[in-house]
């Protein structure tokens, strides 16, 4: 019954009586409630501030994970809640942490078109290229895999993501981007000087895969930028870039 109440006291912006439970101490501040979300989950994915801080003063966790693995500051970042995330990161939310699907707060940033979550937490340290713990994706290739978000690539890059590193498979951020078709991040890192020659570990170029895939609309950007950036490529390098 504690459990139901501290959830109606949160919903409802009790506050004196969520104090008065959780000093009372008939219920812990960290109890699981719906799907495994705590007090200070369901307040910082509703951003209530007043409620989340109120919460932090009676000692609520900030590593405490659902039934998904998610933290409160994955669910601020999963909601676009950039107040709430900020609070949750003076708490001592941290950033290098994964839910059970290996992504961490920045990736759930980028799976929500966060910008300025994004931004502001590269800016307070987080690792603009942090790998997830499944195929080894960073930020920029979880957006090249999925959205295809040209802002939130430009904001990664802008940011710092190097776009040259590979993932498990040996795929670049391009080479995803190719294989998802996702033309305007194909045309924003080429402008971004991505590196068109990588392998991935099956021996193949972006270009390659692109025309195995017949991706038409692709073949024909990347055969502009390589026909204007040919005599600037190495010719140890061109083996695999040349155009038809």
Request: aromatic residues 4%; proline residues 2%; glycine residues 4%.
């Amino acid at each position: 019954m504690s459990a139901n109440e501290l959830q109606n006291c949160v919903q409802n912006r009790n506050l004196s009586e969520l104090q008065n439970l959780i000093i009372s101490r008939k219920v812990s501040v960290d109890i699981p409630l719906d799907q495994g979300l705590t007090a200070l989950m369901i307040a910082t994915k509703r951003s209530d501030i007043e409620i989340m801080e109120l919460l932090l003063s009676l000692n609520a966790s900030v590593t405490v994970k659902d039934e998904s693995g998610k933290t409160a500051l994955m669910h601020a970042c999963i909601c676009d809640n950039l107040q709430a995330a900020k609070v949750l990161h003076r708490n001592g939310a941290p950033f290098e942490d994964f839910d059970f699907g290996g992504s961490s707060p920045l990736h759930h940033a980028v799976d929500s078109g966060s910008c300025e979550i994004i931004s502001w937490m590269i800016r307070v340290g987080a690792d603009v290229d942090i790998r997830d713990k499944n195929a080894a994706w960073t930020p920029l290739m979880r957006c090249a895999s999925l959205s295809g978000n040209k802002s939130v690539a430009k904001t990664l890059i802008f940011d710092g993501a190097n776009i040259d590193l590979r993932d498990n498979d040996g795929k670049t951020c391009l080479i995803i981007a190719v294989m998802n078709d996702h033309e305007q991040l194909v045309e924003l890192l080429l402008e971004s000087n991505v590196n068109v020659t990588i392998l991935n570990k099956s021996g193949r170029t972006a270009y390659e895969i692109a025309v195995a895939l017949k991706k038409t609309a692709i073949i024909k950007i990347l055969d502009k930028y390589i026909k204007s950036r040919k005599n600037n490529i190495p010719k140890e390098e061109t083996r695999n870039v040349s155009v038809t």
